[in-house]
T-cell receptor, first 115, second 115 residues
Framework: DGGITQSPKYLFRKEGQNVTLSCEQN?????MYWYRQDPGQGLRLIYY???????QKGDIAEGYSVSREKKESFPLTVTSAQKNPTAFYLC??????????????FGNGTRLTVT | GESVGLHLPTLSVQEGDNSIINCAYS??????FIWYKQESGKGPQFIID?????DKRQGQRVTVLLNKTVKHLSLQIAATQPGDSAVYFC??????????????FGKGTLLTVNP
């Protein structure tokens, strides 16, 4: 069935290591997004991509990087420069932005713990 | 601070009762609103959305009301069931048509349904 797949569900890393979170969608959506969710806070936008081979920084992009080489895939790399990387990371997608506003569809998240 | 907030952080109801979850927003330019449900350890699930040219929209067992005069949004769940227990949060789009990356999310209300 169609949806967004994030993997792995849980990820553990040592401080100082880069780590890449996977996000794949088969909804044929053009736009994809990465959010970070921390306890007691609303979702915060890290990066977004409205079309293949193009992406933009969100509100909290420092210490993160992304790529969008394929329509279906939008991996997020958490670099060692990110000061507080431990969080729940959510990937989302939506249909072509130019077609009007539409809801974001989310994956089930990756919980990253850095020690 | 965030322009989207919630009146109540927690709500406890009896099974079969109706639930009302509230959300206040402060940006009068917001033109699109979404309600999401998030169960523990999962990604947010789209419930219902509404555009600013409407004041009410109904789905299956859910109704969203928008009062632009007082900048208030509510989600009504009819005949609440144990499976409705989750965190509910609203999101507003302040960016106009085709700008999903400008969604602002509230912190959420925890709904607990008692059998």
């Amino acid at each position: 069935d169609g949806g967004i797949t994030q993997s792995p569900k849980y990820l553990f890393r040592k401080e100082g290591q880069n780590v890449t979170l996977s996000c794949e969608q088969n909804l044929n959506h053009d736009a994809m997004y990465w959010y970070r969710q921390d306890p007691g806070q609303g979702l915060r936008l890290i990066y977004y991509s409205q079309i293949v081979n193009d992406f933009q920084k969100g509100d909290i992009a420092e210490g993160y990087s992304v790529s969008r080489e394929k329509k279906e895939s939008f991996p997020l790399t958490v670099t060692s420069a990110q000061k507080n990387p431990t969080a729940f990371y959510l990937c989302a997608s939506s249909r072509t932005p130019g077609q009007g506003n539409s809801p974001l569809h989310f994956g089930n998240g990756t919980r990253l713990t850095v020690t | 601070g965030e322009s989207v907030g919630l009146h109540l952080p927690t709500l406890s109801v009896q099974e079969g009762d109706n639930s009302i979850i509230n959300c206040a927003y402060s940006n009068s330019a917001s033109d699109y609103f979404i309600w999401y449900k998030q169960e523990s350890g999962k990604g947010p699930q789209f419930i219902i959305d509404i555009r600013s040219n409407m004041d009410k929209r109904q789905g299956q067992r859910v109704t969203v009301l928008l009062n632009k005069t007082v900048k208030h949004l509510s989600l009504q769940i009819a005949a609440t069931q144990p499976g409705d227990s989750a965190v509910y949060f609203c999101a507003e789009n302040i960016g106009g048509r085709g700008s999903n990356y400008k969604l602002t999310f509230g912190k959420g209300t925890l709904l607990t349904v008692n059998p």
